[in-house]
């Protein structure tokens, strides 16, 4: 049973930066695809962004292109979500998700194991 663990959320104002970061304890992520989703109160829950496992290939939801950074650590033991000139409408509990698998992310419409969540809130 893979153990996913959030860390670095809280409070930012509109424009400013927050990094995520999703770790297993005593494994590394290299085989595993790890994908960061969000859902806001009310709301479904929406994938953010991807990373694959054998080519380090990435995806992101329109909403963040160009603004937000899936990467991999050196050590392969955690993957991280910079998110940068966060939005109003952003707050959101994030989620990270792993599956153990080569296919690239394009290909993953479901993942195995999640995480607890983490709260990131965007206020003034």
């Known amino acids: 049973q893979l153990q996913l663990v959030e860390s670095g959320g809280g409070l930012v104002q509109p424009g400013g930066s927050l990094r995520l970061s999703c770790a297993a304890s005593?494994?590394?992520?290299?085989?595993?695809?790890i994908a960061w989703y969000r859902q806001a109160p009310g709301q479904e829950r929406e994938g953010v962004s991807c990373i694959s496992s054998t080519t380090s290939s990435t995806t992101y939801a329109d909403s963040v292109k160009g603004r937000f950074t899936i990467s991999r650590d050196s050590a392969k033991t955690t993957v991280y979500l910079q998110m940068n000139n966060l939005k109003p409408e952003e707050p959101a509990v994030y989620y990270c998700?792993?599956?153990?698998?080569?296919?690239?992310?394009?290909?993953?419409?479901?993942?195995?194991?999640w995480g607890q969540g983490i709260q990131v809130t965007v206020s003034s």
């Open positions: 998700a792993a599956r153990h698998t080569s296919l690239p992310c394009r290909h993953l419409y479901a993942f195995t194991f």
């Open positions: 005593g494994v590394t992520l290299d085989r595993y695809a």
